[in-house]
């Protein structure tokens, strides 16, 4: 079993930077990938970044690359998520899943364990 507690939400503006991060406790954290999902309002949850077990590999949605960075520190069983030059659109409540998996996972029903989730709203 694991659990997983999300925090670093907020309201920011748009162009703004946010830190997610996401804390495991329970089994073993580094035998697990990792992933963010987020769900806008109204919207269905739509994956975000993923990251392999060791950080080696990681995974991005179009609509983040180049803005977004996931990263992980095992030995503080704990997976992080900057977000840089926010924009309105990524407004959703994100969440951060574990999987028993050594690669990159991309889609959520591949995931054993998720967080409950934090808020982020950006205002334009």
């Known amino acids: 079993q694991v659990q997983l507690v999300e925090s670093g939400g907020g309201l920011v503006q748009a162009g703004d930077s946010l830190r997610l991060s996401c804390a495991a406790s329970?089994?073993?954290?580094?035998?697990?990938?990792m992933g963010w999902f987020r769900q806008p309002p109204g919207k269905e949850r739509e994956f975000v970044a993923a990251i392999s077990w060791s950080g080696g590999a990681t995974s991005y949605a179009d609509s983040v690359k180049d803005r977004f960075t996931i990263s992980r520190d095992n030995a503080k069983n704990t997976v992080y998520l900057q977000m840089n030059s926010l924009k309105p659109e990524d407004t959703a409540v994100y969440s951060c899943?574990?999987?028993?998996?050594?690669?990159?996972?991309?889609?959520?029903?591949?995931?054993?364990?998720w967080g409950q989730g934090t808020q982020v709203t950006i205002s334009s």
């Open positions: 329970g089994r073993t954290f580094s035998i697990y990938a």
């Open positions: 899943a574990a999987a028993r998996s050594t690669v990159v996972i991309s889609v959520h029903y591949e995931y054993d364990y």
